[in-house]
């Protein structure tokens, strides 16, 4: 028996490829209940799947997390002991997932190493084949690192590895052998019936030779892994195009669209080196893209972002998941109302284009300095007007901290009632349809306020360069902190710097200067 599933005629389907007529399908499963079919296609194609390129950092979390529920840290922390203590791993702190040519003449001592350190692996390593470098070794993808793999350390101890760690350097070196076992091959088989004027399709795929999974034997599958290997590999008996085909059972299955799984250490790891996919500018998105400048942070750099947020209470865990606290949810809402650049991927994306201006001695360097200084003293200016002040420590408002929101007033945008927060810098109200609204008070007394409306604080761009400037030799005092501006050389030309450098690094231009 081959479960198989209907073809919705596409004037039933909705723009997701969905089947909203209960009736229309309900139809179906009558008409063709007890009914016999005829095969109408039949295609069995070969098809090949290359093995996984060896870990780089994000990689190796991101499989860590998936199949044994580790946080980023802590895989990066096992890397680290196994690249510092055991001497059992390469450099970790890598973005790159391929290996210099060089590196091929190794390959034989790196084996020996794996069957000395684990006689119990010999069998894997035995039927590996040495005779031609992969797509893995590749001068041309190689970046500051190359993949963390195995070392040519014969005296590795897996008995004296933590329990982590011995599952880390499981990964790395499955993932080093599975370079060198050949392609995982298997039949694509797709069959169509036609019952009823109604037509019906399943996939199927039948290994015929295991190749690189071969170094997963016995190794634990993440749930998601396990689950689409089991869907995938469906076998379907052989048959051939006019074979009848009876019908035993026709059921209508209900199902529903659910929201975006919460993220995980690894699939959180996964989103902030893929934050091109949330900004729409098209060259803004093409900068993010490039993989020295791709996503939030660096491969060395994420773990301890995450981190940092659950040690400051922002983020916590349930069971594997990542979830926000009300005090994460708190700051975030008091960002998007009064500096949402802060939390806009864009805002990245438009400092490394100046960065590579910069590098290409289009933008001088002072004048980038210059820019930041202008936009973060107005930002400061701006969350010391317009956040919450610190409450006095001694008491608490009436409800707070005994779990019921407490509202009061409405919106002013939306006019739904405004909910009292409170985050690390104080009081503040916010819409309580957040994020639907993003609308924002200061606290008065116990009750919303008002806020006074001020501009908002300029990024760094031409437009604030522009303004930025004075004639030679004029006397001008620094628009940041009164004091007397002084005449400066630099590589690029003279500019105007303030004199209480370095506790104000406001800048000018000259005008008529190289710098503008």
């Not at 039933?12 to 007529?21: R, S, V």
């Not at 895989?75 to 590196?103: F, G, I, N, W």
């Not at 939030?296 to 940092?308: F, K, L, N, S, V």
Request: with cysteine; proline share 8%; aromatic share 6%.
């Amino acid at each position: 028996v081959v479960s198989m599933d209907w073809v919705a005629p596409k004037d039933l389907l909705d723009a997701d490829g969905h089947c909203l007529t209960k009736a229309a399908v309900d139809q179906v499963a009558t008409k063709i209940k007890g009914k016999s079919g005829r095969l109408s296609k039949v295609q069995v194609t070969p098809e090949r799947e290359l093995a996984p390129l060896p870990y780089c950092l994000e990689t190796l979390q991101r499989d860590g997390s998936a199949r044994y529920g580790f946080k980023a840290q802590t895989v990066l922390d096992a890397c680290q002991a196994l690249y510092e203590k055991h001497k059992a791993a390469t450099y970790p702190r890598t973005d790159c997932e391929y290996l210099p040519q060089s590196m091929f003449g190794e390959v034989g001592r790196v084996m020996d190493c794996l069957k000395s350190s684990d006689p119990s692996i010999g069998k894997i390593v035995a039927s590996a084949s040495i005779d031609n470098a992969g797509r893995v070794f590749n001068d041309k993808k190689i970046t500051a690192h190359h993949a963390i793999i195995p070392t040519l350390n014969p005296d590795v101890k897996m008995a004296n590895m933590t329990q982590e760690e011995r599952l880390v350097y499981d990964l790395i070196r499955r993932r080093y052998l599975a370079q060198f076992l050949g392609d995982f091959e298997f039949e694509q088989t797709r069959i169509e019936v036609e019952c009823q004027g109604e037509f019906f399709t399943k996939m199927g795929k039948t290994p015929t030779r295991p190749g690189w999974k071969r170094a997963y034997d016995g190794i634990l599958e993440s749930p998601k892994a396990k689950e689409r290997a089991a869907a995938a590999e469906v076998t379907i008996p052989a048959v051939k195009v006019g074979d009848q085909a009876l019908n035993v059972k026709a059921s209508v299955e209900k199902t529903a669209t659910k929201p975006p799984k919460r993220y995980t250490d690894g699939t959180l790891i996964a989103a902030m080196g893929s934050i091109d996919k949330v900004i729409d500018d098209p060259r803004l998105r093409r900068i993010m893209q490039t993989k020295e400048k791709a996503g939030i942070g660096t491969d060395a750099t994420r773990a301890a972002t995450i981190e940092g947020l659950f040690k400051r209470q922002y983020i916590e865990n349930q069971k594997r998941f990542i979830v926000p606290t009300e005090r994460g949810m708190n700051l975030i809402e008091m960002i998007e109302g009064i500096a949402p650049e802060l939390a806009d991927p864009v805002l990245t994306a438009e400092w490394e284009d100046k960065m590579m201006q910069i590098a290409a001695g289009t933008l001088p360097l002072p004048v980038f300095e210059q820019d930041i200084s202008t936009w973060l003293n107005a930002l400061i200016e701006k969350i010391r007007t317009q956040a919450p002040a610190r409450p006095a420590r001694a008491g608490r408002g009436p409800g707070e901290g005994q779990g019921a929101p407490v509202e009061a007033g409405e919106c002013p945008s939306c006019g739904a009632p405004m909910r009292r927060r409170e985050i690390a810098f104080g009081v503040f109200w916010g819409c309580s349809t957040f994020p639907k609204c993003k609308t924002s008070l200061p606290d008065a007394g116990g009750v919303p306020g008002q806020r006074a409306e001020r501009p908002p604080a300029p990024r760094p761009g031409p437009a604030n360069r522009a303004a930025a400037t004075a004639p030679a030799g004029a006397a001008v005092n620094c628009s940041l902190c009164a004091k007397p501006m002084v005449l400066r050389s630099g590589p690029r030309g003279p500019f105007y710097g303030c004199s209480g450098y370095p506790a104000c690094r406001s800048i000018m231009n000259i005008e008529g200067s190289k710098l503008e």
